[in-house]
């Protein structure tokens, strides 16, 4: 046991050090969302958001981009959420019957967190473009970030199931309450700040993929009248004003902006929709 | 659980609600190479605007997926963004625009000009500081683009270079890519389309482009054939092309969307 | 429904879940393996380990596709962004559970989860327009593996964080609780109570993080400088497997559009190859 003075000098040491991390990365993005928006502040106007993109987007708008990428986006959560949730609780509540298919399935979705956006791009445009015959569309975009965010929020969601202690599943057994009860009544609520963190996550990471969403949702960038139309997304939109149209920077560094005002948005109604549900609950965070 | 319910509600509204685009009554299919899909895009909103029914819709992927997917059928058109290979003869190409490629240093760079000879020792290595060409002293940085892309093909077709023997400080992918990396180096040389380098350049990016072989690099220069390298823009199908595909490749070609390719820079051909 | 029936229906269903969580890899694997088929049956695996370098062409005689340099690459990309990535996320999720005043830590936790969000492509224009030209200053050309390496931590620092946050507010009050109880100090109970009782998690997040550098694509490709090269220094560009298939597949065609899948399969196996150290080194600290 060290002496107290150097006790004491490790404490310090320890509060710096997540000080200092906190002003490290804080400023990091600080920087990186001051130059986004020196570059492109002045673009942005009611127009800008509501009107078409002209000119290959140097004039006009994102109006119908915003469109497809909300509807890109809500496909892939419709479908993510339910899956993901599923099976977090089966890989927390029920695999350790089954340990091996448990290990097996962990596994594979650590590799997919790893395979490259493009290759989910190529893929999903073979699945579900090709083979499931949906062509470029918000669908064929949505499932594929789908696959791409079940990861990540496989991940938060467990770690919400995870907090829950196991002395509540155990006296709700011993009173006779069915599992499936355990789970509605015990388990979802107490997770779900992890379901939270989870769908915020997977979102972010919907929101900013580029590559997937080139070879499934496409490039055209009219409005939406369906699912099955194609729609370019917001990340594809700055990647084209970025890197292949000459002077599309300004407008580039527009609609990121506007992404970014988008996830705070989104995430702020996520935070808000568990803080309410939570309530309605009766369960005290 | 309510909410679920009423969720899953609205999902369902909204699919039957939505109703896919048999409502346009003729569709057509583009896809292809990046550098060419800005300018079909609005070419085709153009078109759209003519021929109101009409829906064209324009997917990206690369030159080679827009020849790929025109062969397969899976695009009714595709995009290519360089002339056609000996193997390629099953496809039929339409010109649509030519686009220049210059060697582009830094604004900063106190070099005015470069032969042939000097670029093609400075991307072999044979030159490696710029004060053995009349500059600083300072290593030359060498930005050259990734295998395969036309723009390098063409490249190295005229300073009769093998591709195994260029020794890059660095390799890019899209011209803005090299454009910015040359703008942040001061060091560099690099070699863009010639209508993105003009147009960053008179938006303020510090990048000045070079004369080849004495002919200034300008949009007009290419256009008139004068200047030595450039590459066109391709619109291919297979076989030849009838209805919806054939009146769409006419007006990409026609007098009426000059003005349409001017504005993406690259130049038109009559 | 009864109860007992709701339970045995509700087994089967979540099970299927996890079945097809699983099978989008399975899907994704064989997808990959047929588009690499032409280039596995004509180059031959020992070509691209041992091949002189990369140039290859539509015909496996006329190029070569040694893929070893990008491997490298890739991995060292990988592993420079986690040195860097996993300690300051960690110490960004204890400053949010431990020693940030309520209202900052929400704000900052809210920062993190933005910082997820922001497009690959502005991470990487921001690295190439700011902090290239920083590196550059430093040694030449500018486009790194320090570069790669440093816009990857930036990318993966909030699934760390937003993970080890997570894994942290799992921990059980009363072991807090305790800890004061028996009079440690903040740090004490921290870095000895709280984080070794998470460390799952937090190693969890730290794997998908890790999966989420080698992946990375677009920022990376204009970071990276795209030599293809085992590099010297951290100041070397190099090519990682993923800037190189978005950097050719857009004109690659024949045998070297399968290579390109084949680097698609390489990258999984070595992913693969982490998890499954990763998972050894979970079982045997449990048994510890």
């Known amino acids: 046991m060290p002496e107290p003075g150097r006790a004491r000098q490790l404490d310090r040491a320890a509060t710096l050090a997540a000080w200092a991390a906190f002003a490290v990365v804080a400023g990091l993005f600080v920087w990186l969302l001051a130059d986004v928006a020196w570059r492109g502040l002045g673009a942005l106007s009611w127009e800008f958001l509501t009107e078409a993109p002209r000119r290959a987007g140097r004039a006009g708008g994102i109006g119908p981009i915003i469109v497809s990428t909300l509807l890109i986006v809500a496909v892939a959560m419709a479908v993510a959420a339910p899956l993901g949730l599923a099976c977090a609780l089966w890989l927390s509540e029920y695999a350790r019957l089954s340990p091996r298919a448990g290990r097996t399935a962990r596994a594979s979705l650590d590799i997919l967190a790893g395979m490259p956006s493009i290759v989910f791009g190529l893929f999903g445009n073979a699945l579900f473009c090709v083979a499931l015959g949906l062509g470029f569309s918000i669908v064929s975009g949505g499932l594929t970030l789908a696959c791409m965010a079940l990861p990540l929020l496989i991940r938060a969601v467990e770690q919400g199931l995870r907090a829950v202690p196991d002395d509540y599943r155990q006296a709700a057994a011993a009173l006779g309450v069915s599992r499936w009860t355990i789970t509605r009544q015990v388990l979802l609520p107490a997770a779900m700040p992890g379901l939270i963190a989870g769908l915020v996550l997977g979102i972010g990471r919907a929101l900013a993929e580029t590559a997937a969403l080139i070879f499934t949702s496409g490039y055209v960038d009219r409005m939406p009248n369906s699912l099955m139309d194609s729609g370019r997304a917001m990340s594809v939109h700055v990647y084209d004003l970025a890197m292949n149209v000459p002077g599309g920077e300004r407008h580039a560094y527009a609609t990121a902006l506007v992404l970014v005002g988008l996830l705070l948005t989104i995430n702020g109604a996520a935070a808000g929709l568990g803080r309410w549900w939570l309530a309605r609950s009766g369960v005290r965070p | ?270 | 429904m009864s109860p007992s029936t709701r339970d045995r229906l509700a087994t089967p269903l979540l099970a299927t879940a996890a079945v097809v969580a699983t099978a989008v890899l399975l899907l994704i694997v064989a997808f990959l393996l047929r588009e690499s088929q032409p280039a596995l049956e004509a180059v031959g695996l020992a070509r691209f380990a041992f091949d002189p370098s990369w140039h290859p062409a539509a015909a496996a005689e006329a190029g070569h596709f040694n893929l070893m340099p990008m491997v490298a690459g890739s991995l060292l990309a990988a592993l420079g962004a986690v040195l860097i990535a996993a300690p300051l996320g960690l110490l960004c999720a204890v400053f949010c559970a431990d020693y940030a005043p309520r209202p900052l830590a929400s704000t900052f936790r809210a920062v993190l989860h933005l910082l997820a969000g922001v497009p690959s492509v502005v991470y990487g224009l921001w690295g190439l327009v700011v902090l290239v030209p920083m590196i550059r200053a430093l040694a030449p050309p500018g486009p790194s593996l320090l570069a790669a390496s440093l816009i990857l931590a930036l990318m993966i620092l909030p699934t760390v964080a937003v993970l080890a946050d997570a894994a942290l507010a799992a921990v059980p009050r009363e072991l807090r609780q305790a800890a004061a109880a028996l009079g440690l100090s903040r740090g004490r109970t921290v870095w000895s109570v709280v984080v070794p009782t998470a460390r799952g998690g937090i190693a969890g997040g730290v794997l998908l993080a890790g999966g989420r550098a080698i992946g990375e694509t677009l920022a990376v490709l204009m970071v990276c400088g795209n030599v293809v090269q085992v590099p010297d220094s951290v100041f070397d560009p190099v090519r990682t497997l993923t800037a190189n298939i978005a950097l050719e597949m857009a004109y690659a065609t024949g045998d070297h559009r399968a290579a390109l899948f084949v680097s698609g399969l390489a990258l999984a196996a070595v992913v693969s190859l982490l998890v499954w150290a990763a998972q050894g080194l979970e079982r045997s600290a449990a048994h510890a």
């Not at chain 2, 829906?55 to 992927?61: F, N, P």
């Open chain 2, 1 to 270: 659980m309510k909410t679920v319910q009423l969720l899953m509600l609205a999902v369902c509204l909204l699919c039957a609600t939505s109703s896919p685009a048999v409502l346009a009554k003729e569709k057509l299919v583009v896809t292809g190479s990046s550098t060419v899909a800005p300018l079909v895009s609005e070419i085709a909103r153009a078109y759209e605007a003519r021929h109101p029914g009409a829906r064209i819709d324009v997917q990206t992927g690369g030159s080679s997926r827009g020849i790929a997917d025109a062969r397969a059928g899976l695009a009714d058109i595709g995009m290519v963004s360089r002339a056609l290979k000996p193997d390629e003869a099953d496809l039929l190409a339409a010109t649509i625009a030519r686009d220049g490629i210059a060697v582009i240093l830094h604004a900063n760079n106190p070099v005015q000009r470069l032969s042939d000879t000097q670029i093609a020792q400075i991307y072999t290595g044979a030159i490696r500081n710029w004060k053995d060409v009349g500059g600083r002293t300072a290593p030359i940085t060498v930005i050259h683009k990734a295998e395969g892309r036309s723009t390098l093909e063409l490249f190295l077709a005229y300073f009769k270079l093998a591709a195994e023997r260029i020794k890059p400080s660095v390799v890019i992918g899209d011209n803005q890519q090299g454009i910015k990396t040359l703008a942040g180096n001061p060091d560099g040389i690099a070699y863009v389309s010639i209508g993105s380098a003009e147009v960053e350049a008179e938006a303020g990016t510090p990048i000045k482009l070079l004369p080849l072989a004495g002919i200034a690099p300008t949009t007009a220069s290419v256009k008139d054939g004068r200047f030595p390298l450039s590459r066109p823009l391709n619109l291919v199908t297979r076989g030849t092309p009838t209805g919806l595909g054939k009146a769409f490749i006419d007006f990409a070609r026609s007098k009426a969307v000059h003005h349409l390719v001017l504005e993406q820079a690259f130049v038109p051909v009559d």
